[in-house]
């Protein structure tokens, strides 16, 4: 079973309309959740990050994040064609016995369609 | 501009060959990593060192070697041992674990390598 798992798409939107990307891990102590967004032969920007149950919201952004369902997932609103890249979601997993390891999932690629 | 370089932008090497990646960062983070990223395949950890001096080996670290005798720098060496080292290279920094909770890493622009 991976560790960080998300479906690579490609995941397709109209314009205007909300993006779902969503993102299971295997780990239960995990502290903190990350999504980072990679355009094509580009490095990752990191976009958000949340480390508490519930919503955080920032801009268009919304990360949602339920650890008893072991769940975090990306809302884009307002879906532009620049929105179009891939989002790879990253953890912070207590198990691997130092806090500064990251561990990531393959990443989900959006397209935004006209 | 405080930000995290990495240079070459592409490189070619010959098989058999020894490469070294730079990786340098002015945003006073203790804490560097490694990372390679193959087609479709998300990032892996290579090595990371969260002070001067120190570093530990990632998921896959046979083939590589790394420095930290500096805090603003981290180069990557790509032995011949490396079997199948042709991927994107990536460099990410971080404030240090024991200072947050959160961990948050920034990555520098990458160097594509190619081994001909």
């Known amino acids: 079973q991976k560790e960080v798992e998300q479906n690579s798409g490609p995941l397709s939107v109209p314009e205007g309309a909300i993006a779902s990307l969503n993102c299971t891990y295997s780990?239960?102590?995990?502290?903190?959740f990350f999504w980072y967004r990679q355009y094509s032969g580009k490095s990752p920007e990191l976009i958000m990050f949340?480390?508490?149950?519930g919503d955080k919201e920032d801009g268009r952004f919304t990360a949602q994040l339920n650890k008893a369902s072991q769940y975090v997932s990306l809302l884009i609103r307002d879906s532009q064609p620049s929105d179009s890249a891939t989002y790879l979601c990253?953890?912070?997993?207590?198990?691997?016995?130092?806090?500064?390891?990251?561990?990531f999932g393959t990443g989900t690629r959006l397209q935004v369609t006209l | 501009d405080g930000g995290i370089t990495q240079s070459p932008k592409y490189l070619f090497r010959k098989e058999g060959q020894n490469v070294t990646l730079s990786c340098e960062q002015n945003?006073?983070?203790?804490?560097m990593y490694w990372y390679r990223q193959d087609p479709g395949q998300g990032l892996r950890l290579i090595y990371y060192?969260?002070?001067?001096?120190?570093?530990q080996k990632g998921d896959i670290a046979e083939g590589y070697s790394v420095s930290r005798e500096k805090k603003e720098s981290f180069p990557l060496t790509v032995t011949s041992a490396q079997k199948n080292p042709t991927a994107f290279y990536l460099c990410?920094?971080?404030?240090?674990?024991?200072?947050?909770?959160?961990?948050?890493?920034?990555f520098g622009p990458g160097t594509r390598l190619t081994v001909l």
């Open positions: 945003l006073n983070h203790d804490a």
């Open positions: 780990d239960r102590g995990s502290q903190s």
């Open positions: 949340i480390y508490s149950n």
């Open positions: 060192s969260q002070i001067v001096n120190d570093f």
């Open positions: 990410a920094s971080s404030i240090a674990p024991w200072r947050t909770t959160y961990n948050e890493q920034f």
């Open positions: 990253a953890v912070n997993m207590v198990g691997t016995g130092t806090a500064s390891k990251l561990t």
